[in-house]
């Protein structure tokens, strides 16, 4: 091995370990409810989109004996089996739109947003979306206009000023943002598309299974899931599976299917993965109990941190949801309070750039179901005299 073609990588991750940016992967032993046991200790969970803690319940699920396991080719050759067509007419019946599953919310994201737009076209994205998407955006090669995070204004004064220049326009945000915890204004984002003849695609992954009465997500709490062009949910967070899907229309279903290229050339899920996303579905959509404990447990969380000092949303939706981050600002700082964290038996990381913006590292407590306000408290003593700290 020639040692100077290596050089230059170790010597990124030395400066990135200078910077308080080095990862490393934690070993996870066991799970059990909103516990995990990593070498020899059990820590309170605040790391999972597991919302409604269904990643570890229905594992008598059996694999299907007639169709094997892998799917042996992508959806379009030979892979699509039978398990796709129910989960996907599930998904329709649902949300009363057809649906198209992808391999993750990854690949949905990357594939969707290239195939809609291309060269000619502009993005109008808040700026604090998901990576995916951002991805997504590059590969499509359109014009992007990033918004100031939540700033509708900004957005209505892009779209006057830019709109006419591009043939497609396709605004992206986030339903609940999944670093953040907050909700944009749907309404507004709904009436600025219609008024600019825009597409409007809304990643709903941290809010489906967790808002709506059915699960389905912010657009479906705020009656609003017929208006918007393509919601993109995952199965991979409070559904306890793997993969994602996209609902829209007749036309973009097909489009999509014909232009996706993460749909087209990538493998199709093993039957056990979708019949599992299915099974997370069917249930998601009963958990009204354990929706309205999340929910219930989340603002709590918000109002005993409201009451040390951290400034955190009191109203609304977005007091409701299950991510709660805490602001710390530096990555040092943040590495520091984790460890703190970690050491009292609760497993929040560190959350630093490029997953957040420069000077913004976090601890973003992630709730669950199965978890009781006696399993949070503690948490509260440990932030209290922390009071530098802010969340939006
Ligand atoms: C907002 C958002 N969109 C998309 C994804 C990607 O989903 P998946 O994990 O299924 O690839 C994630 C998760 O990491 C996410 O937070």
Request: no cysteine.
């Amino acid at each position: 091995m020639d040692k100077d073609v290596y050089a230059s990588f170790a010597r990124e991750l030395e400066d990135l370990d200078a910077k308080g940016l080095k990862r490393r992967l934690v070993l996870v032993e066991k799970r059990k409810g909103p516990w995990i046991r990593i070498g020899k200790r059990w820590y309170l969970n605040l790391a999972s989109n597991d919302y409604l803690g269904l990643a570890q319940k229905g594992l008598d699920l059996e694999a299907d004996d007639s169709l094997g396991l892998g799917a042996g080719a992508s959806r379009l050759l030979a892979g699509n089996h039978r398990w796709y067509k129910e989960l996907e007419d599930t998904l329709e019946d649902l949300y009363n739109r057809p649906a198209l599953v992808f391999g993750s919310g990854y690949l949905a994201n990357t594939g969707v947003v290239s195939a809609l737009v291309g060269k000619q076209d502009a993005v109008f994205a808040d700026k604090l979306v998901h990576a995916s998407l951002i991805d997504g955006i590059r590969l499509s090669r359109a014009t992007l206009y990033r918004f100031p995070h939540h700033d509708l204004d900004s957005l209505a004064w892009l779209l006057k000023k830019k709109r006419a220049l591009h043939r497609r326009a396709l605004i992206i945000t986030e339903s609940l943002f999944s670093m953040d915890g907050d909700i944009p204004d749907l309404p507004t984002l709904i009436a600025l598309k219609e008024e600019y003849k825009a597409l409007l695609l809304l990643d709903e992954a941290h809010a489906v299974g967790v808002f709506g009465p059915k699960g389905l997500g912010i657009a479906e709490e705020l009656g609003l899931k017929a208006k918007v062009d393509l919601l993109v949910g995952t199965f991979g967070k409070a559904l306890g599976s793997y993969g994602a899907f996209v609902i829209t229309n007749k036309i973009l279903q097909e489009y999509l299917l014909h232009r996706a290229r993460s749909f087209i050339f990538s493998t199709a899920l093993p039957t056990i993965v979708v019949a599992r996303s299915l099974w997370g579905l069917k249930r998601a959509v009963m958990a009204q109990k354990e929706r309205t404990h999340l929910r219930h447990l989340a603002t709590k969380l918000r109002k005993h941190l409201r009451t040390i000092g951290l400034k955190v949303p009191s109203k609304g939706l977005a007091s409701q949801s299950p991510i709660v981050p805490v602001i710390v600002g530096s990555n040092q700082a943040a590495l520091k309070l984790a460890r703190d964290l970690y050491q009292k038996g609760f497993f929040a990381p560190a959350i630093r750039p490029p997953t957040v913006p420069p000077h913004t590292a976090r601890i973003r407590l992630s709730l669950t179901s199965d978890m009781d306000w006696d399993n949070l408290a503690p948490v509260i003593e440990i932030f209290k005299g922390q009071l530098k700290y802010s969340s939006p």
